[in-house]
């Protein structure tokens, strides 16, 4: 046992060594050459951005795209789900370029939730969590100036930012932005919609359904006490 441990301390001894507890000097100014273990990781050959480099005939490191190409998975195409804005204008786009489904509502949610709600609040009334922490000029997706905004400025403002807000471009693929647009109308209207905007199927049925129905799912079960009861009215009695 005495020897495992005098050469398990002597291995250590000299791992230490190896990983340059001595070799770097301490720390110190020294001319003497470190002992480097692995000196790739000191000396990778890599191209630095805007630098020399002579491997190619400009001497340039930053390389241009090669003509007639262009980046794998990128948006290069001037269309409105790419940017929304109308082709070959400055003008933004009104309505969303994609289809509304309940699973882009789903996922506009979800993103909206990791992205946007920090600052503007689940409810979107620019209430969020910053709010408790200074940060008190978050937009309101309830005031009439959002609510009239096309799409496509919304989209724009996602990726590019605006004013306090920065671009979340890098962040959120361009799907993920439209579906934040779509679940943001959404939100919009579950404050502002009134009877005209149900469809016209669904006013007839509400209309048709008798108010018996609501009152009987709103009704406290049978034999539950009210816990409010009207002025003026006595208390129920407690069973014997």
Same mark, same amino acid.
């Given at each position: 046992? $005495? ?28 001319? $003497? #050459? ?13 191209? $630095? ?33 790419? &940017? ?139 034999? &539950?006490?009210? #816990? ?13």
């Amino acid at each position: 046992m $005495r020897y495992f441990v005098v050469g398990f301390l002597l291995l250590c001894l000299v791992v230490l060594s190896i990983a340059g507890l001595r070799y770097d000097h301490g720390g110190s100014t020294s001319r $003497r #050459t470190p002992f480097e273990l692995f000196p790739d990781m000191d000396r990778q050959p890599k191209l $630095r951005p805007q630098t020399d480099n002579n491997f190619f005939s400009d001497q340039l490191s930053s390389r241009l795209p090669v003509q007639g190409t262009v980046a794998r998975g990128s948006a290069y195409e001037d269309v409105p789900v790419n &940017t929304g804005r109308l082709p070959g204008t400055t003008n933004f786009v009104e309505l969303l370029p994609v289809p509304v489904t309940e699973a882009l509502l789903n996922r506009g949610q979800a993103r909206y939730g990791i992205y946007c709600a920090p600052c503007h609040a689940a409810a979107g009334d620019g209430k969020g969590i910053t709010s408790k922490y200074g940060m008190v000029a978050m937009a309101n997706f309830h005031d009439k100036r959002l609510v009239v905004m096309p799409d496509g400025e919304i989209f724009n403002t996602i990726t590019y930012g605006k004013t306090l807000m920065g671009a979340y471009g890098a962040q959120i693929p361009i799907n993920d932005r439209w579906a934040i647009v779509a679940y943001i109308r959404a939100l919009q209207r579950s404050r502002l919609a009134t009877t005209d905007d149900v469809p016209a199927s669904e006013r007839l049925r509400l209309a048709s359904a008798p108010p018996s129905a609501t009152a009987a799912t709103n009704a406290p079960p049978a034999g &539950t006490p009210a #816990t409010n009861p009207p002025p003026g009215a006595p208390a129920a009695a407690p069973k014997e």
